[in-house]
């Protein structure tokens, strides 16, 4: 598959994953093999990555060596609690500048708070960090988050860990549209034609971690991810056929075929 560029490194897997809801970092680390990636995010309230000394560290599982470790701000609700956890991120992976920035609006849905998140890009862009945003499908916000200097933008395709695909294409459509930074999906992916659709759509790729950590086998789950991630991408790079509303095409060609004896009388 062709590569893509996110803060000057190239990656050749267009899916990023997560590693939270697993049932041990075992099935963590064997779910991200299958899918392949290159880039996981962590999530730095919940995940021990050096900050517990006692407790099992991701990292031994999901080695910083191996894969582009990119530290989230899940859980975070104010422009100060996202700054000041991806500030202790840096600290623990010594000065890693590569984020994932999310503050959210309420609770329950786990809806990205804008006005906040906007606010917090600025700091961390300024504070030197190379800042991936989670954000709404808002075409507006995204290109403003763009133009504060964060080099990905990700809009959800619906809410976080609801599994119900891509809700609003026109959006989306409008945002890859005008975008010149890559935007990649991030929440609501349920299953692998999801994936599909978010790279067919134009999408530099797409994350996600219930579609995977939730199904019933996440490692067999993460590799069809990794199929349907470089289907959508080979798709989209085709160009599909146009479609034809009450127009029939025959797949095979009419020209020059031979007439019947009763086309001949």
Not at 97 to 102: A, I
Not at 135 to 158: H, N, R, W
Not at 230 to 235: C, D, I, M, P
Request: hydrophobic share 45%.
């Amino acid at each position: 598959m062709d590569s893509f560029v996110i803060a000057g490194k190239s990656y050749s897997s267009r899916l990023l994953v997560g590693t939270g809801k697993y049932k041990d970092f075992t099935q963590t680390r064997a779910a991200i093999e299958a899918s392949g990636a290159e880039i996981v995010t962590v999530a730095i309230r919940r995940t021990n990555i050096g900050q517990n000394a006692n407790e099992p560290n991701l990292l031994d599982s999901v080695p910083p060596s191996k894969y582009t470790l990119l530290p989230n701000t899940a859980g975070c609700y104010t422009v100060d609690d996202a700054v000041r956890t991806l500030r202790l991120a840096r600290e623990l992976l010594d000065g890693h500048k590569l984020v994932k920035l999310e503050v959210l609006g309420d609770p329950r849905t786990l809806f990205p708070n804008m006005v906040e998140t906007l606010k917090a890009a600025e700091i961390l862009v300024k504070e030197g960090f190379d800042v991936m945003v989670y954000t709404s499908d808002d075409p507006i916000a995204a290109k403003q988050l763009e133009e504060i200097g964060c080099v990905a933008v990700m809009p959800l395709a619906s809410l976080i860990g609801s599994g119900m695909g891509i809700l609003n294409p026109w959006n989306l459509q409008i945002i890859i549209d005008n975008a010149k930074v890559p935007v990649l999906v991030d929440a609501g992916v349920g299953t692998a034609s999801d994936a599909t659709i978010a790279l067919e759509l134009g999408c530099d790729g797409v994350l996600m971690n219930t579609a995977i950590a939730a199904a019933k086998n996440p490692v067999l789950m993460a590799s069809a991810m990794r199929k349907a991630v470089e289907a959508g991408r080979e798709a989209y790079l085709a160009g599909r056929m146009v479609k034809k509303i009450y127009t029939a095409s025959p797949s095979s060609p009419v020209e020059g075929v031979i007439a019947t004896s009763t086309q001949q009388h």
